[in-house]
Each structure stands twice: as structure tokens, then as C-alpha cells.
């Protein structure tokens, strides 16, 4: 056996079968093994089927199972082992996975990685509590937000970004550049942009690079535009030097002489520049004129045969020259202000992460790439990898470059061991996550990865039998996708031979077998409306197909309807509640918590809460509070504008209908000064949301949301209700159990399957037509003294240019991601598929759907295939109908349309599905495949009736018993103080800081009150130096710490001064005292003071401030 072997495995052709039989087969051979096996997958949902699948057939095998025997007979085909001993050797397996569960390893990639980076954590003796942040964007904006507030006069990002903005304004384009900056500033997360950003930053910091650069680029693109125009002025200057006209040639502006008014104009299309009348017009001169007029003595004529001729040749050879320098240069130029930018915007997400003490999952591939950096055995694995000796991967196709340089090398130490047995499992043709990274190429290509010596070291096969889909559907998918990868084969030939072997390669294995015995049965039906179709037309489409389904006895729940974008989504979900409102549908989107109306409820209470003008948020929480939860009977004009009098009543008549503790101004500010999550469940309370039926759910799933927003974040109301608005309210909760038609995107139904699908809106375009960068690395100079380059993609714009090469792999991996959507998108279908689209143009995925129907019209297979081509595209459709409806028998195990049923192998609907690629149904039932019951969340609160609740940092400041608490009352209003002016930059930042104190359950009793702190605090900032000291005046360090190396000791110290203020000339340190005056306090604000010095700052002071006394000692 081979130390490597690599499935390719086809869609429903049961790779999670295979790969749980040959971990099965591991453990079994050796039942300790599983301390050494690691598997990966790449979603959580994938890991928990996994584990359940390996836990289900060992329990199977060890009890003899008739529905594990599938299992079994693998194992028993490599293995000596008697029955007995094999059965014996599963029960142990099964034991010690349970009992030492955390090795048992089947955890997603990212997973895996941190592990291994908090292992590396641990041994540099870096902080081990890192947060994982998982929010790049929403840093990446708080990252531009706090760059543009921090920018000043002398910051010379300013000047970058108002070069940008006057860019803008010439272009005629809006000033207003923070939402693009934001846009582009998400490129800082992209592995082409990390794996190059410290080349950027160096060439970017040489002082004069950046206006030298952009004068050279602005140069060569004026040289080029300026050569062609003056060979068009030539054109134009000899015409009327000898009395002629554009009219006097043959075709006028559509002829010869257009190709020289293009060129004036700056147009260098080379389609529209180079017609058939241009080619003509090169070739003879006699094509100028019109037939009876290329006679000599015609002044035209004449003309052309002496200079123009020669003009348009000339002008021609000198064309794809000028126009590759003008091309080049405009493209390199078209986003040089915004890639200035990222290293900033980079440079300020770190600061915040170091802020936070966060480490973002996005860098950690990065980090550890640059740590393994090319090593055969990097230090960073040789702990985990004494311990691995199997590597299993799954869905190898979605896995990027830098994932798998990081695992190769592990993989490549697990595959020299004695006895090696490493997997990979994927399938090239379901690639569609290259968004996130994803690189179909390297499981195309997985014999190179391990040249020279592949064929000893790796063996490759291909999993080929369609366990999943009627027989009809797999004929139809064999021939469509053989006919499409052919067609797109075809059209790649000419520009880009490389690419078009490597599709032809990628869908190789396309065609699939069906079991043997399987009838030929299922449905497929095609349809392209007529392009003067609408919208409308292809939703009503889509009703009349569920119809037909649920007619002919199809449950709800066997039914998906999968489009392209979210977009689709809720115009589906909105015709239907129009036309079918009796039909149930079931998306994500559904279960959204801002479609919750008890969540919605709280929101608007707090939105209410922070600000009394919002009248909005206080009219939709009346609305709803009253209908809802009181069962009003009014009509809205009663209940929100006219009082009981039948008046208009206004702001008056709306706090009536609300609970008085959110309108009576003292309520109101005792709710305001609760901590946030408190206030919440006070709100929910309060409101009265217990009585809304099916509402817990949501509730319980805001209040985990909340839970982990307050971990990293202030109990601000507004700062949450922001981050409400920018992403929580987007957030789903769980619910795979809901009965209805499915609703969801071809990528949300990646390694799903279902009885029946819908696809209709298959006529989305190939590629945008704008809004898409790709990022190149020019190879040429002078542009390649820039190591990396956003282009804006499109045919038109980089061929020609040096960035040519770019576009055509571009255009390979969108051709790629288009196909395989498609791939997806059929073979979910285990009955019937229904396909509904618009005839469109070479760019849209329907042209090759009709291109791919005609040619298989009638061929060997589909001889009774039904199909009708219409001549005229804008009025008549393209339609094709092959085989019978296939129904589900009601006997059926419900598992259709779920994870576990996708890949199991099979479809469980089928009955000619064998026995060892079933999911297992058994008289005796296998304890880890137990339909779990569903529970009804509910969700109770209780009012605290404490004099004080203690918060989680109350521990800083609050002591133990009763003596203890008078002993160390005075300190510790000393260590709150102390906190507070830590978090108080500038005199107007008091309230704040004592607000956050206060909502954080600090300022727990009367002794020490919010007001108390606030009148002490403004006092003390009127005398007059230490007014100076809070004045803004300062650039400002606070509690920030300064390390030293000990040379006697060879160790780092730290120290943290209270207070440093500096403004380039002068230096100040202050630290704050809440005790009595001790010397060794001056000693060491000295300290303080000469390592300042030693830090480059001159005339440094240092100053002891007594706050409660308000004394001010200078330590010289």
C-alpha cells in the first residue's frame, strides 16, 4: 500500500463512507490508533456527521449490526483478523474513543491550525488567553474609522487620502472615499495581499518612490495616448489640407476613417478598431473609395495612394504598441492611491487586535507559513507530528495554497513513517469556494505536488458510482456536463492552451456509473424562457413546478428550490407569499434574528431608550408591543395617533401604550444605568415577550450573541446597537427540522441532497461586467517595480496590456467556479430536477445550457427526449423533457435534504441502494444514531433584588467580609479612581468613563456614587496645571508599558508609568496616589524618567500627584 492515497470522488459517491471505513480500519488493526489520526474536514457540520458515522459503525461492527455490515466486509477485505477479533477490536476502538475523547480528531482545518498556533503560543511564551476573532470586516472598518479620526496636518496619510479625493473629482466621481477605502481595505485579509505586504511596505516607505512612480506611469500612458492622437491629427490635417472630407470615402465614420476617429476620441478597442472595412482598407487602396471613384484624378483616391495607404499601415503597426504602454500604465494607475492606503489600514487593524488581545483565524495560515517558511521539519510541528502518524483530509478541492503548504509538510513527515496510511478525498469539480481561498488546481494537479517520485508514493482513484441519484439523473448530468466541459474546452484552445488542458483534466471523471439493477427512472425537465421574458414570468414558472411536484404526492420537505445569489432568495420567498401563501418555505433568511419579533421588540426599546427622538423605533415598539404581546384590537390610526378622546394625541398618546418604565424619565434612567445584558433581560421582562408563542428560540439565540459581543466589547447601548445594524441582526439560528420547501444558494447546498430540485434564475452572467479586481504581479518593467497591482478585470481592458496573462487565468478560474455551480447544483438531485432560465447571450450560463441541450438532443441515450428549439430568442423558448416522474414511496426514512442523509453515500429514497452505502435502520437500535427529540426552548428572567449585583471585574475593587471592607474602603476607592483616570484622555471623557464604571456594577453602593466621582474628578481639573495636564494638548500614553533588559539578570522588565504626555519638545510623566506621601514613590517616577531619556525624549518632568489631597510634588 501506497503512504498516500488521493479519492477523487464524484458527488454521490459515498467519500464519507470511504473515508470513515478506512479510519474504522485503523482503529480496528490497532485499537490505540486513534491517538494518532488526525481528520480533517472543513465545516463543523461535516465534523460532527463524521464522528457520528465512525462512532455509529464501530458500535455496529462490535454488536454485528446486519445494517454495519457494509463496514464490516471493507474491513474484513484488508485485514487477517477473524471475525471475532474483529468485532472484539471494534468494541475496544469504541471504548477508547469515548473514554479519551479529546483525541478523538476530526476537527475542521482552522481548528486544527489553532491548536497547533496556541501550541506555539505556548512555547515562545506568548499570551496564551488570545481571543480568536472572527469578524475581519467588521475590524477592518473600525480599523479606517480610527485612521481617519487620528489623522492631522502632519500625518501623511492625509495628504494620500485627499490625492484620492481629487482623483475622484476628476474622474467625476463622489468625493466622499471612506466606503470604497473601507471596500478595498477588506484586500488586507487576502493571502495574495499578505504573502506580498511587507514587500509593499518597503517600496512604499522609499521617500520618493510613490510621485516618482505615478509621474513615470502618468508619462508612458500620456507618450502612448499623445502617438496615437497625432497619427489621427496627421489623418485629419491631410484630409483638409487637400479639401476633403470624412464623406468623401467610402462608409464615412463607420469606414476607413473611423478607425482614425476612434483613436482621436482615445477609443482603442481593437474589436470596434479593426473591422472588416479597416482590414479591407490596408489590403487595397481601391477599398477606400467607393467602386466607381478608385479611378486616378479622384482627389480621394489620389490621396490614398500617395500618403494614406501608408498612413493607416503605418499607424497599425505602431497601434498595438502604444496601446499595450497606454493600457498598462491606466491600469496600473486606476487603484495606486487606494493600495497606498492598505498598509495603514493594516497597521491599524494590528494596533486594535493588540488593543483587544485578539488574534484574528484569517492570519493564522499566514503566520505559520512564515514560520515553517520552505523547513523540511519546521519547528513548529515536531511536537504534534511525533504524535500523528495518518492524515486524513476531506474536501481537498476547497483547500488554498497556503493551507496546503502549511499541511504538506506534516503530511509529508506522517507519509515517511513504516506503514503509512494517508488519505485525500475531494472532487475538482465542486470547487466553489475560491472566495475563500480555495484552489481547485492543487487537486488537479496532486501528482505534481509530489513529483519526482509521485507514482511510489501517492496512488490516485477515482470513486465513480452514483449512489445517490435516479439512474435518469445520472445519465443526464454525464452527457450535459461531458457536452459543457468539451464546449468550454474548445473556446479556451486558441488563448489559452495550458488552462484548457487543465479543464478537460479537472472533468475527466465526469461521467459516473449508476448500481447495477437500477431502473431507469427520474425526470429531468429544461426550460429557457424567451429573452422578452420577465422576472415575473420565471417565478410563475417556478410556482407551476411546485405545483405539479405536490399534485403528484411530493411532501414539502423533498422539495429545494436553489438559486445563485440571497438576492434571488426573498423575491421567490415573496411571490410565493403572494400567489401560494398556503405553501411553506423554509430559508435561512427565515430564521434570522431580526425576524424575530421579540428580539425586534428589545431592539427598538433600546434604540428608544438612547434616544427619545427616535420616534420611529418608538412607534414600530408601540405597534408591536400592543398587537403582539397585549392583543390590541385598534386599528394603527387609533393606536398611534389619536388619543382615547378620539384627539390626535402624539408623543402623549404613544407613552400610554407603553409600560411606564420606559417613559417616566426616573424609570428610564435607572434602566439606562443597568449594565446592557441586564437591561436586556429587563426588557424582556418588562415588555411581556414570554407570552409570544415560538419566540425563545431567537431570544435565547440574541442573548448568546449578546454574551459574546459584551467579551470583547463595552456595555456602550449604542456601540452594540451599531454592531447590531452592521452584522448580528444577519445571524441565524438553528432549525434543520423545519417542515417546508427549501429555499437556499448552490453554495449553502454543497453536500446536501434532495429528492426533488428546482433551479430556476440559471441564467446568471459569467462575469461581472465591473466591480472586479484581480491582483497581478507584473513581470515587466517599469511596472514591475511595483510587486503587486489591483486591476480592474475585464476583456476589454487588459488584453493587450502586460497584464494579458492575468486576464486569461482569470477568465479560466471564473469559467471553472461557473461550471462547477452548475456541477453542484444538478447532482443535488436525487429524483427529479427541474432547470429554469432566460436565453441570453455568450455570457450567461443559459447560452451553454442551450448549447449543451442541442447537441444532445436526440443522441445515443436520449433518443425520447422531448426537445423543442425556438428560432426567434426574444419570443419563443428552449425546452427539454427526458424520463418519468420518480416519487418517494411513504415508507421512506426521513433523512432526505439533511447533512447526514447527503453523505451517506446515498440517497436513502433510492431502495437499490446497497446495503454497505445505506444509512444504518436496524431492529436493535444503534445507540449513536438515535433521532435526537426535539426540546422547546423557553427562556425565564428574574429581577435581582441584591442592593448590588457583583460584576465580573467587581473582584478588582471590592473586598471580602465586613472588617475587611472598612479596612480597605480607602484603597480600593483609590484603585477604582485610579481606573478611571487610566480611561480619561481629555476632561471630556469623565462622564463616559464613570458611565462605563457604572454600567460595569462597579459603583455599587451610595457611599460611592457616580456623582460623587464626577464632582471629586472636575474639581481636582481646576487647578490649573493639572487642567493643563487633561487639556488635549498632549499626544498621550496611558498605562502604556516600557520594558528594559536587566543585564545582570538577562531578563525583561517591565514598568508602567500612569501617565506619559509628550509633545515633541516636552516630556511629562505624572503617576497617580491615593495613599500618604512615601519616598520610595519618587524613586521610582525617577526611573520612569530616565528611561525616557534613554527612549530619546529631552527635557523630561516628573511629577507625584496626591488626588485626594491634591497635591503635586515635582521629583527632580
Not at 475531494?426 to 484552489?439: E, H, L
Not at 523630561?1100 to 510634588?1113: C, S, T
Request: charged share 30%; hydrophobic share 35%.
Amino acid at each position: 500500500m501506497k503512504p498516500l492515497t488521493v479519492y477523487k470522488a464524484s458527488a454521490g459517491s459515498g467519500k464519507t463512507f470511504t473515508l470513515a471505513t478506512e479510519y474504522i480500519r485503523l482503529v480496528i488493526d490497532n485499537p490505540t490508533a486513534y491517538r494518532t489520526i488526525l481528520a480533517v474536514t472543513f465545516t463543523n457540520k461535516a465534523t460532527e456527521e463524521m464522528k457520528l458515522r465512525i462512532l455509529s459503525q464501530l458500535y455496529g461492527i462490535w454488536r454485528a449490526d446486519k445494517a454495519s455490515e457494509g463496514y464490516y466486509s471493507k474491513v474484513k477485505e484488508t485485514s487477517e483478523l477473524p471475525e471475532r477479533e474483529i468485532r472484539k477490536r471494534a468494541g475496544m476502538a469504541l471504548r477508547n474513543l469515548i473514554h479519551n475523547y479529546n483525541y478523538f480528531r476530526v476537527e475542521t482545518i482552522d481548528t486544527f491550525f489553532q491548536s497547533v498556533l496556541r501550541n506555539l503560543a505556548r512555547e515562545l511564551d506568548l499570551t496564551a488567553n488570545l481571543r480568536i476573532g472572527l469578524n475581519d470586516y467588521q475590524v477592518e472598518q473600525q480599523a479606517v474609522d480610527r485612521l481617519i479620526e487620528d489623522l492631522d496636518a502632519k500625518n501623511p496619510v492625509l495628504g494620500w487620502i485627499m490625492d484620492y479625493i481629487n482623483e475622484n473629482i476628476n474622474d467625476d466621481k463622489s468625493w466622499n472615499v471612506i466606503g470604497q477605502i473601507k471596500k478595498f481595505g477588506e484586500n488586507i485579509f487576502k493571502d495574495f495581499y499578505k504573502s506580498r505586504s511587507r514587500r509593499l511596505e518597503e517600496v512604499f516607505g522609499q521617500k520618493d518612490f510613490f510621485p516618482e512612480f505615478n509621474r513615470q506611469m502618468r508619462a508612458i500612458r500620456k507618450e502612448a495616448q499623445e502617438r496615437l492622437a497625432g497619427q489621427a491629427e496627421r489623418f485629419f490635417r491631410l484630409l483638409a489640407d487637400n479639401g476633403l472630407s470624412v464623406e468623401d470615402f467610402a462608409n464615412g465614420a463607420s469606414g476607413v476613417c473611423g478607425y482614425f476617429l476612434k483613436l482621436q476620441k482615445g477609443e482603442y478597442d481593437e474589436t470596434k478598431l479593426l473591422g472588416k472595412r479597416v482590414l479591407d482598407a490596408m489590403e487595397s487602396p481601391e477599398k477606400w473609395v467607393k467602386k466607381k471613384e478608385a479611378v486616378p484624378g479622384n482627389p480621394a483616391f489620389d490621396l490614398v495612394t500617395e500618403v494614406l495607404f501608408d498612413l493607416l499601415n503605418e499607424t497599425e503597426r505602431l497601434r498595438p504598441k502604444a496601446v499595450r504602454d497606454y493600457k498598462s500604465a491606466d491600469l496600473t494607475l486606476r487603484h495606486i492611491n487606494q493600495l497606498r492606503l492598505l498598509g495603514s489600514i493594516e497597521t491599524k487593524v494590528r494596533a486594535l487586535n493588540e488593543e483587544a488581545n485578539r488574534f484574528l483565524l484569517s492570519d493564522t495560515q499566514m503566520l505559520l507559513h512564515s514560520l515553517i517558511d520552505g523547513s523540511d521539519s519546521p519547528f513548529i510541528f515536531e511536537k504534534i507530528g511525533t504524535q500523528l502518524e495518518h492524515v486524513m483530509i476531506d474536501e481537498f478541492q476547497d483547500t488554498g495554497t497556503v493551507q496546503w503548504a502549511n499541511f504538506k509538510v506534516l503530511l509529508e513527515e506522517c507519509m515517511s513513517r513504516d506503514g503509512a496510511a494517508n488519505l485525500i478525498v475531494g472532487d475538482v469539480k465542486q470547487s466553489i469556494y475560491r472566495w475563500r481561498s480555495g484552489d481547485w488546481r492543487l487537486l488537479n494537479d496532486i501528482e505534481r505536488e509530489f513529483a519526482p517520485h509521485a507514482e511510489q508514493r501517492l496512488a490516485v482513484t477515482s470513486l465513480c458510482t452514483n449512489y445517490r441519484s435516479e439512474r435518469n439523473i445520472i445519465a443526464f448530468n454525464n452527457a450535459f456536463f461531458r457536452t459543457a466541459a468539451a464546449l468550454e474546452e474548445a473556446d479556451r484552445q486558441e488563448d489559452n492552451a495550458e488552462g484548457a488542458a487543465q479543464l478537460a483534466h479537472a472533468y475527466a471523471d465526469v461521467v459516473q456509473q449508476w448500481p447495477q439493477g437500477r431502473a431507469p427512472r427520474g425526470r429531468v425537465e429544461v426550460e429557457l424562457l424567451p429573452k422578452s421574458s420577465t422576472d415575473d414570468d420565471m417565478l410563475d414558472k417556478t410556482v407551476e413546478t411546485v405545483d405539479y411536484l405536490l399534485r403528484a404526492g411530493v411532501a414539502t420537505n423533498k422539495i429545494a428550490i436553489l438559486v445563485r445569489s440571497n438576492r434571488t432568495i426573498q423575491d421567490i420567498a415573496d411571490h410565493f407569499m403572494t400567489v401560494r401563501p398556503d405553501i411553506p418555505l423554509v430559508s435561512d433568511e427565515a430564521f434570522r434574528l431580526d425576524a424575530s419579533a421579540a428580539v425586534g421588540m428589545i431592539i427598538n426599546a433600546l434604540r428608544y431608550l438612547v434616544n427619545e427622538e427616535d420616534y420611529l423605533s418608538k412607534v414600530a415598539l408601540v405597534e408591536a408591543y400592543q398587537k403582539q404581546v397585549v392583543g390590541t384590537t385598534l386599528t394603527d390610526s387609533e393606536l398611534l395617533v389619536r388619543d382615547r378622546a378620539g384627539k390626535t394625541g402624539g408623543d402623549t398618546r404613544l407613552n400610554e401604550e407603553l409600560p411606564a418604565d420606559l417613559t417616566e424619565p426616573d424609570k428610564r434612567a435607572r434602566l439606562l444605568a443597568m449594565p446592557l445584558f441586564d437591561l436586556a433581560e429587563r426588557l424582556f421582562s418588562l415588555l411581556g415577550l414570554k407570552r409570544l408563542k415560538g419566540e425563545s428560540a431567537y431570544v435565547c439565540a440574541f442573548f448568546d450573541r449578546l454574551t459574546a459581543y459584551l467579551q470583547d466589547n463595552t456595555t456602550d447601548i449604542t456601540a452594540f446597537l451599531e454592531e447590531w445594524d452592521a452584522n448580528l441582526h444577519e445571524k441565524t439560528i438553528q432549525s434543520d427540522a423545519a417542515n417546508g420547501i427549501r429555499l437556499l444558494t448552490i453554495h449553502k447546498s454543497k453536500g446536501l441532497e434532495f429528492d426533488n430540485v428546482v433551479m430556476p434564475f440559471c441564467d446568471w452572467t459569467l462575469e461581472r461586467t465591473s466591480g472586479n479586481t484581480v491582483w497581478c504581479v507584473p513581470s515587466e518593467e517599469p511596472y514591475s517595480r511595483l510587486p503587486l497591482v489591483p486591476v480592474d478585470f475585464s476583456a476589454k481592458g487588459m488584453k493587450g496590456s502586460i497584464y494579458e496573462a492575468d486576464y486569461h487565468h482569470e477568465h479560466l478560474q471564473n469559467i471553472v467556479d461557473n461550471l462547477n455551480l452548475l456541477y453542484v447544483a444538478f447532482t443535488r438531485a436525487g429524483r427529479n430536477l427541474f432547470v429554469f432560465g432566460k436565453r441570453g447571450t455568450a455570457n450567461s450560463r443559459s447560452y451553454l445550457i442551450e448549447q449543451c441541450l442541442a447537441q444532445m438532443a436526440g443522441s445515443e441515450g436520449f433518443e425520447t427526449a422531448d426537445y423543442h428549439e425556438g428560432a426567434d430568442e426574444k419570443t419563443e423558448s428552449v425546452s427539454f423533457a427526458f424520463g418519468e416522474l420518480s416519487v418517494e414511496k411513504p415508507t421512506v426514512s426521513p433523512t432526505a435534504g439533511t447533512a447526514a442523509g447527503a453523505e451517506n453515500g446515498g440517497d436513502t429514497a433510492l431502495s437499490e441502494v446497497p446495503e454497505s452505502e445505506k444509512e444504518p435502520v436496524s431492529s436493535q437500535p444503534n445507540v449513536f444514531i438515535r433521532r435526537p427529540m426535539p426540546l422547546r426552548p423557553d427562556i425565564e428572567t428574574f429581577e435581582s433584588h441584591a442592593e448590588f449585583k457583583q460584576s465580573n471585574k467587581s473582584r478588582d475593587f471590592v473586598g471580602g467580609d465586613e472588617e475587611e471592607e472598612k479596612r480597605r474602603s480607602y484603597i480600593n476607592t483609590g484603585n477604582i479612581l485610579h481606573r478611571l483616570f487610566s480611561n480619561i484622555r481629555t476632561a471630556t471623557d469623565i462622564d463616559d468613563a464613570v458611565r462605563e464604571l457604572e454600567q460595569e456594577g462597579v459603583l455599587y453602593d451610595e457611599e460611592l456614587t457616580a456623582e460623587s466621582l464626577r464632582r471629586m474628578i472636575h474639581k481636582r481639573l481646576e487647578t490649573e496645571q493639572v487642567a493643563d495636564w487633561f487639556s488635549g494638548h498632549w499626544q498621550l500614553f496611558n498605562e502604556c508599558t516600557i520594558l528594559q533588559l536587566n543585564r545582570e539578570t538577562g531578563k525583561v522588565e517591565e514598568h508602567r508609568p500612569d501617565r506619559v504626555m509628550t509633545d515633541g519638545r516636552q516630556t511629562i510623566v505624572v503617576d497617580f496616589k491615593f495613599g500618604t506621601h512615601r519616598d520610595e514613590y519618587h524613586r521610582q517616577v525617577r526611573q520612569y524618567m530616565e528611561l525616557l531619556r534613554q527612549m530619546g525624549h529631552r527635557q523630561v518632568e516628573g511629577y507625584l500627584w496626591y488626588v485626594y489631597k491634591n497635591d503635586i510634588e515635582r521629583v527632580e
